[in-house]
C-alpha cells in the first residue's frame, strides 16, 4: 500500500528543508510548490484567483493548492512512501498524512 505525507507549514519554516533532509536520506520526495500551475494566488474573501506575488499572502491573498491536480499527481506517483513537501490549509488531500512544521 502506497503511502503520501504531506508536510506543510506556512513560509519561511524549512519545508524545504526537510525535503532535502529526507532525499538525502533516500525517501521520494516533491517539492509541490515549485510545479508550475499547481497553486495560484486567491482572494480570501471571493475565491477568486489574483495576480500577485507571495509577499500578498499577509493582505487577504491566499496560496491555494489545486487540488485535484494534487490527487492526481499523488496516484500517479509509484514509490511505496512519497513526502510532498509544500502547501498551506487547502492542500490536504483525503488518504494523505499531514505532518504541518510549527514556528
Known amino acids: 500500500m502506497r503511502k ?3 508536510i506543510t507549514a506556512v513560509s519561511c519554516t524549512d519545508k524545504s528543508t526537510v525535503c532535502k533532509a529526507l532525499q538525502e536520506m533516500g525517501y521520494d520526495t516533491i517539492d509541490i510548490e ?3 500551475g499547481l497553486y495560484e494566488l486567491v482572494n480570501e ?3 477568486e484567483a489574483t495576480p500577485g506575488n507571495l509577499e500578498q499572502i499577509s493582505k487577504g491573498v491566499g496560496w491555494n493548492c489545486n487540488k485535484a491536480r ?3 499527481l499523488v496516484e500517479s506517483q509509484k514509490p511505496e512512501l512519497t513526502f510532498y513537501c509544500g502547501g498551506m490549509s487547502n492542500t490536504l488531500t483525503s488518504g ?3 505532518i504541518s512544521l510549527l514556528c
Do not use: R
Open 96 to 98: 494523505m498524512f499531514l
Open 45 to 47: 474573501k471571493t475565491g
Open 4 to 6: 503520501s505525507v504531506l
Open 34 to 36: 515549485s510545479i508550475d
Open 70 to 72: 494534487l490527487e492526481k
